[in-house]
C-alpha cells in the first residue's frame, strides 16, 4: 500500500502560556491546517491511501493547562455511533478542527491521521474529574476515505505535558482499511512503554501502527528514527511515524518503516516541512529472524589481555564501558545481571575511540524505566570521558557481532551510521539465552550498534 507521513514545521503561538479566546486560537490553528490540506492535496496525488501528521503539529506546546483550553476540540471518545464532522458539522459545538480534518479525508478520498487536543467536561461525583471540571486529553484521531472519525486514542505516557490529563485506563484504539487492513495508534513517549503500546500489538496481533510524535532526539540511544527503526524491526510491524520539524529544539525523524526496509527524513540544517510517501509491503506473517553465523562464546584465553573498564555518563546512566583499540579483538563488559559480548574487524584504522558500554538499571532522568543495553558507540573525542556523548559523524567501517544474555524479551536493535542514516543488520535474534545482531560492511562509518532492551516488569 501507499502510505503517507508528513514532518511539519508547526506555526508556533508567540506566547502559549497567554491566554486568548477560541477566536484567536482557531486562527493560528487554521493557519496550521492550510499546510496539512495542501501535503494531503499532494500526498493523495501520489497515490497515499494513509496520511500521518504529527503529535502537537496543530496546536504547538509549552501550554499551561488554562492557555491551551481555547485549543481544544469537543471529542467523544466512546463509540456512539459514527460521526462524519464534515457532513454533520452541526452535531456537537468545538468541533471546528475535527471538522477541517475530516474534510480533508473525504475531498481527498484518504485516510488521515492527525492529533490535537480535546476536552470532555466530568461529573463532580467523578474522583478523578480535575478541579476546573474538564478533562484535557491529548488525542490522535483517525478518518476514513469518506471523513468518518473512526478511532480517538489519548496520549497515555504524557511527557511533562502539564495541560493535558492521563485517561484513567490506557486506550487501545485500532481502525480497520480496506488496503492494508488493521492498524493501532498510540503517541510519542508511550513508544517506550508497555502500556498501551505493548499490549496493544500483543493484544489484537497488529502489523501496521500509526505514530505522530514530537520526539526530541537524544543520540546515542534515542534518535527519532533510530528508535522507530528499530520498533518496527522488534515488533515485525510498518510504522508511519510523523515527527514535528523544529531543529532548533532537536526535534527532527520521521518515516515510514518496514522491518527490513525504510524511508526516513533527518534534517537538522533546514526549515520547512517534508512529505514522505512510499509504496510498502502488508505484513501478514512473522519474518524469520534469520539465525545462522551465530557467534561464538567469547573465548577465555585472551582474558589478560582485556583492557581495563571505565565510567562513563551516556544518556543521563552510568555506563561501564571498556575501549574498543586495534584492528580485531573480542571484548566483555559486565554491570548486575548483564554481560555484553562484542567481536570486531575493522579493515583500517582510523584515528576515532569506540567503546563497548553496558548499563542494567532503572533510568530516571526524564522518565522512569528500566533498561538493558549493550552498546557498541563512537566517542566524542579521543579520552575516555568523551564516550557517552552526541555523535553524529563517523568514518570507521566496523564488521561486528555483538551480544549479551539480556533478561527481557524486549530488544530493540539499533543501527546507526553517519550522518544519521540508518543500516540493517545481516543477522539478530536470539541464540542460547543470548541476543545478538551482526554486521559485516556498513554502508557508512559506524555511529552507534546497540542492544536497548526494556525490562518492563522492573519500572
Known amino acids: 500500500y501507499v502510505a503517507a507521513v ?14 486568548v479566546d477560541r477566536r484567536s486560537a482557531l486562527e493560528l490553528m487554521g493557519r496550521n491546517l492550510d499546510i496539512y490540506e495542501q501535503q494531503v492535496v499532494s500526498a493523495a496525488r501520489q497515490g497515499a491511501q494513509i496520511i500521518v501528521f504529527p503529535e502537537d503539529g496543530i496546536h504547538g506546546f509549552n501550554f499551561t493547562r488554562s492557555s491551551i483550553y481555547p485549543y481544544l476540540d469537543f471529542v467523544l471518545h466512546s463509540h456512539l455511533g459514527k460521526w462524519n464532522p464534515c457532513r454533520e458539522p452541526y452535531l456537537f459545538n468545538d468541533t471546528e478542527v475535527i471538522q477541517r480534518l475530516s474534510c480533508m479525508a473525504l475531498k481527498n478520498k484518504i485516510f488521515l491521521v492527525a492529533n490535537l487536543g480535546t476536552k ?11 478541579s476546573d ?7 490522535d484521531v483517525a478518518f476514513d476515505d469518506d471523513g468518518v472519525l473512526v478511532a480517538t486514542y489519548r496520549k497515555h505516557n504524557l511527557y511533562f505535558e502539564y495541560a493535558f490529563d492521563t485517561p484513567s485506563e ?3 484504539k485500532l481502525f480497520d482499511t480496506p488496503f492494508a487492513g488493521k492498524f493501532g ?6 513508544i517506550l512503554f508497555f502500556e498501551p503500546a505493548v499490549n496493544l500489538i500483543r493484544r489484537y496481533n497488529l502489523k501496521q501502527i500509526v505514530y505522530p510524535t514530537a520526539w526530541m532526539n537524544q543520540l546515542p540511544l534515542l534518535s527519532a528514527v533510530e528508535f522507530q527503526q528499530a520498533f518496527a524491526t522488534a515488533f515485525n510491524v510498518n510504522i508511519l511515524a510523523a515527527n514535528i520539524h523544529h531543529p532548533s529544539l532537536g526535534m527532527t525523524g520521521s518515516g515510514v518503516y ?3 526496509k525504510s524511508f526516513i527524513y533527518h534534517n537538522m540544517e533546514s526549515y520547512g516541512g517534508k512529505l514522505i510517501v512510499a509504496e510498502i509491503p502488508v505484513i501478514t506473517t512473522d519474518y524469520e529472524t534469520n539465525l545462522e553465523k551465530t557467534p561464538g562464546r567469547a573465548s577465555e584465553k585472551g582474558n589478560e589481555q582485556l583492557p581495563p573498564p571505565f565510567y562513563a555518563e551516556m544518556m543521563y546512566d552510568n555506563f561501564t564501558f571498556v575501549p574498543v583499540w586495534g584492528e580485531k579483538g573480542e571484548l566483555q563488559v559486565c554491570a548486575n545481571t548483564l554481560c555484553c559480548y562484542l567481536n570486531y574487524r575493522r579493515a583500517v584504522l582510523t584515528d576515532e575511540l569506540y567503546a563497548l558500554g553496558v548499563f542494567d538499571g532503572l533510568h530516571t532522568v526524564h522518565g522512569t524505566y528500566y533498561v538493558q543495553a549493550c552498546a557498541l558507540v563512537k566517542c ?3 579520552s575516555f570521558s568523551t564516550c557517552g556523548q552526541e555523535v553524529t559523524d563517523a568514518t570507521a567501517l566496523i564488521d561486528f557481532q555483538l551480544w549479551g544474555n539480556m533478561s527481557t524479551p524486549y530488544i530493540f536493535p539499533l543501527l546507526l ?32 550498534a546497540a542492544l536497548y532492551g526494556r525490562w518492563y516488569e522492573k519500572d
Open 6 to 19: 508528513y514532518e511539519h514545521e508547526s506555526i508556533l503561538s508567540p506566547d502559549p502560556t497567554a491566554l
Open 120 to 130: 470532555q467536561p466530568c461529573e463532580r461525583t467523578d474522583p478523578r474529574c480535575p
Open 170 to 172: 490506557p486506550d487501545y
Open 380 to 382: 566524542g573525542g579521543l
Open 417 to 448: 551510521t553517519s550522518g544519521i542514516t540508518l543500516d540493517f543488520a545481516d543477522h539478530m535474534g536470539w541464540k542460547n539465552n543470548h541476543y545478538f545482531i551482526s554486521k559485516t560492511k556498513t554502508s557508512s562509518g559506524l555511529l552507534t
Open 258 to 260: 518496514t522491518p527490513v
Open 185 to 190: 495508534m498510540f503517541t510519542c513517549f508511550d
Open 133 to 139: 471540571g474538564r478533562y484535557q486529553f491529548n488525542t
